[in-house]
Structures are given as C-alpha cells and as structure tokens.
C-alpha cells in the first residue's frame, strides 16, 4: 500500500476537514456567513456585517447611513471530535483516510452547526399550517406570506425551503412536483435524484434536523395586555381572568391593532393570572391596555421557507497557541468564500501506539429578521 506523506500534517487534515464540512452543509450553506479573522474563544462576540436597507427617495437626497451596518453574535458553539489513527491507519493512502476518517468527522460537526441553525425556528412568529398531505396550495399559500411581509423574492437564489421526511414525501407523490406533465424535466430530475429542487419559488432542501416544537401549557389563548405597551418592547405581560401555565420558546401570539406576529424568546410560566415574555421582533407600535392578545400554541414539526438574510452563521478561528508550547500540531483552515473554519491537531500517543486527531470548529447563530421566514407548522 502506498505510503501517506500526509498522515502527521495538521494542515492536511485542516484543509481536508474544511471541504468536507463544505460539502456536508445542510441549512448553514443557505444562510447569511460572518467571519472574524482574528483567533477566538467559546463565548466572545464578535461584529459581521449585516445586510443593508436602503429607501428610495426624491431625487435629489442626502446620502444614506447604512441600516445596522454590523451586528454583534456571540461564538457560544464550540465542538470538537476527536479520534485516533493507529500505525495500521497511517499506512493507508490519504484518500483512506479522508473517508474513514475526517469526512464522518466533519459530517458530525456539519450536522451540530445545522442543529443550532435549526432551533432559530423558534425565532420566527409566522406560520402556515400545513396540510395533512402537503402539497401546492401550502406552498402556495407561504409564498403569499412572504410576499405580503415584503420579503425580498425577486432573487430565487436566496429563498429555501427545509422540510421534514413527512413533507418531502408528501410532494414528492405529487404530479406537480416529480412528473413530467406537472413540472416538466425538473419533475423527472426529481423521479431520478429524490431531490425536489426548485419549486413555486423555493429551493427546497430536506433535512433530518428539522426542528420540532413543544408547545406551553397556557390555560387560555385569548388574553389582553397589562398596560401600554410601548414601540419598540422587548418583552409584552398579558392577563386573563384565569390565567395558568407557561409559554414555551417558540410559541406566537398577534396583539389586536396590527399584523405583526411576535415569537417568545424565552419560557415563561403565569403567576397570579398574569404572564410576563420576552418577545421578537420587538413591538411594531404602540399597544393600548387592554388590547387583546391572540396565542397560537401548536406541537409542531417546524419546517422552514426562508430568505437566506434571515439567519446568519459566524465563525472564527480557533488559536494554535498550543503550538508554540510544543502540546500538539496544529493547523487552521478557513475558506475566505463561504467563511468557514476549522481547526485540526494532532500529538502522540505513545502507550497507544497512535496518533491523536482532533478536529474542532468555533461559530455562533443568529435570527437576523424574523420577518424573512415563515414555520410550515407540519
């Protein structure tokens, strides 16, 4: 077997591991990507550039500031996984290496960023409720939320789709979405590759880490605010004559006088007939007291249609300071394109006769606009 020059490279197995992790992205490579170049540690924030909004106006006009030009994410993820390569292992090619090694590797920490992005669902107030059999007029019918919240849809390209198994297999029976005669090749494509592809103006995408929702146990669905409620709350207390239970992260209300939905960001239990949340996004307007308060509580699977500015992913890379101790071998990797990075080390083990490999990334995740989603509560 031929030897592998490459089997005590950090930066072998940084590289390797970085585009590994790049194929593997499900929900991370669909979203907005910031990166800081400067070596960081679990728990720092960080600033990445958000994307701007502009307003036309009357010609001629001042020039504008940029809308919240930076926003701050804190790096709270940091995983790792570690195995070993025996002598037995090192004497393989790189390519033996690469798939029995690092490609699970960095499929496992691909798999842990997807999981964080995907429980920002509980960030998102709008919902759909989707059909027992999914099919057109759901789709349909997201479609025209988003495009009545103003979401940016004239870029195909930025606007996903993540369904759950349920949902995919669901279009996937339909003659609108796999057949010819309801959707031309891309219908048999789908027949071939079980891929959805694009749809009614979505990027549809399926993903085993669809998050799933537990609604709270709130006694009553209809309350009313507790006071006036200024623009621009964080946080919103509702009563009713009876009032027990909790909210759950995730859960929605709409309070009467304006269509915006809001999300609890935190669980919250009712004491004394009242309840207290923390909400996003922050109220649109000025609620009067009294003003009645409409509670969605649903069990759900929290499938996601999404433009990519909705959520963001940021990354940092780790130090290798452990290097210049003389602990270990150590190597980062970063993709200035797609802001990824990874750091690989390796060191020693001489009772075990083995090299220790681990491989460990650095990122946070963030709802940018939680009005540039919709819940397809199926």
């Known amino acids: 077997m031929a030897q592998n020059f490459n089997a005590y490279d950090p930066i072998f197995y940084a590289n390797e591991s970085l585009m590994q992790l790049r194929k593997a992205l499900g929900m991370a490579g669909r979203v907005y990507r910031g990166y800081d170049k400067a070596p960081q540690q679990k728990g720092s924030t960080i600033s990445i550039r958000k994307p701007g909004t502009f307003t036309a106006q009357n010609a001629p006009s001042l020039p504008q500031d940029i809308d919240a030009p930076e926003v701050q994410i804190k790096l709270d993820q940091w995983k790792d996984v570690p195995f070993k390569l025996t002598d037995k292992d090192l004497s393989a090619t790189g390519e033996v290496i690469i798939q029995e090694h690092i490609a699970p590797a960095a499929y496992a920490i691909a798999d842990a960023i997807d999981q964080s992005l995907n429980g920002l669902y509980a960030d998102i107030p709008w919902f759909y409720d989707i059909a027992a059999t999914a099919g057109v007029a759901d789709v349909t019918a997201v479609n025209q939320i988003m495009f009545d919240n103003k979401v940016p849809l004239i870029d195909a390209s930025m606007i996903h789709w993540e369904v759950d198994s349920d949902m995919k297999t669901d279009l996937l029976n339909q003659s609108a979405f796999t057949q010819w005669q309801g959707s031309g090749q891309a219908g048999v494509n789908?027949?071939?590759?079980?891929?959805?592809?694009?749809?009614?103006?979505?990027?549809?995408?399926?993903?085993?880490?669809?998050?799933?929702?537990?609604?709270?146990?709130?006694?009553?669905?209809?309350?009313?605010?507790?006071?006036?409620?200024?623009?621009?709350?964080?946080?919103?207390?509702?009563?009713?004559?009876?009032?027990?239970?909790?909210?759950?992260?995730?859960?929605?209300?709409?309070?009467?006088?304006?269509?915006?939905?809001?999300?609890?960001?935190?669980?919250?239990?009712?004491?004394?007939?009242?309840?207290?949340?923390?909400?996003?996004?922050?109220?649109?307007?000025?609620?009067?007291?009294?003003?009645?308060?409409?509670?969605?509580?649903?069990?759900?699977?929290?499938?996601?249609?999404?433009?990519?500015?909705?959520?963001?992913?940021?990354?940092?890379?780790?130090?290798?300071?452990?290097?210049?101790?003389?602990?270990?071998?150590?190597?980062?990797?970063?993709?200035?394109?797609?802001?990824?990075?990874?750091?690989?080390?390796?060191?020693?083990?001489?009772?075990?006769?083995?090299?220790?490999?681990?491989?460990?990334?650095?990122?946070?995740?963030?709802?940018?606009?939680?009005?540039?989603?919709?819940?397809?509560?199926?």
């Not at 669905?221 to 009563?239: F, S, W």
């Not at 935190?266 to 309840?275: K, R, V």
């Not at 609620?287 to 909705?310: E, I, K, M």
């Not at 020693?348 to 990122?363: E, H, P, Q, T």
């Open 190 to 378: 789908a027949q071939v590759t079980g891929d959805i592809g694009m749809r009614y103006g979505f990027n549809f995408f399926a993903n085993q880490n669809v998050a799933r929702h537990t609604k709270g146990t709130l006694s009553a669905t209809t309350a009313a605010l507790v006071g006036a409620h200024a623009k621009g709350a964080k946080q919103v207390t509702i009563d009713a004559g009876t009032l027990t239970g909790t909210l759950k992260k995730g859960d929605t209300f709409v309070v009467a006088g304006h269509a915006q939905r809001y999300a609890v960001t935190a669980d919250a239990t009712a004491s004394a007939n009242q309840i207290t949340v923390a909400i996003t996004p922050v109220l649109a307007i000025d609620y009067p007291d009294n003003a009645q308060v409409t509670v969605s509580l649903d069990d759900h699977s929290a499938t996601l249609a999404f433009h990519r500015n909705a959520f963001a992913l940021a990354m940092a890379p780790l130090s290798t300071m452990g290097q210049e101790l003389g602990s270990a071998r150590m190597a980062v990797a970063t993709d200035p394109v797609t802001n990824l990075s990874l750091r690989s080390t390796l060191w020693y083990d001489g009772g075990a006769a083995a090299v220790n490999v681990r491989i460990d990334a650095l990122w946070g995740a963030m709802t940018l606009d939680p009005n540039l989603a919709v819940r397809g509560r199926n």
